[in-house]
């Protein structure tokens, strides 16, 4: 049986925001959402795997 931790609720919805909030959001698009849902809550980039993701933000 999973539970979230105190205060996880308040502070999802507090990044909830992503851009609006000034923080960079990336969309994984490996992942059980479409490219198109994805797109829709416009995040600063979106990436097909892993490994571009790393090779984006140049870690």
Known sequence: ???AFPDT???LERMRAGNAAG???VA??????????????NPTMMCA???????????
Do not use: H, N, P, Q
């Not at 994984?28 to 809550?41: I, N, P, R, T």
């Open 28 to 41: 994984a698009l490996w992942g059980m959402f479409s490219a198109e849902a994805l797109a829709a809550e």
């Open 23 to 25: 923080c960079a959001t």
């Open 49 to 59: 795997s892993l490994s571009a993701m790393v090779e984006r933000l140049s870690l």
């Open 1 to 3: 049986m999973a539970r």
């Open 9 to 11: 609720r308040a502070a």
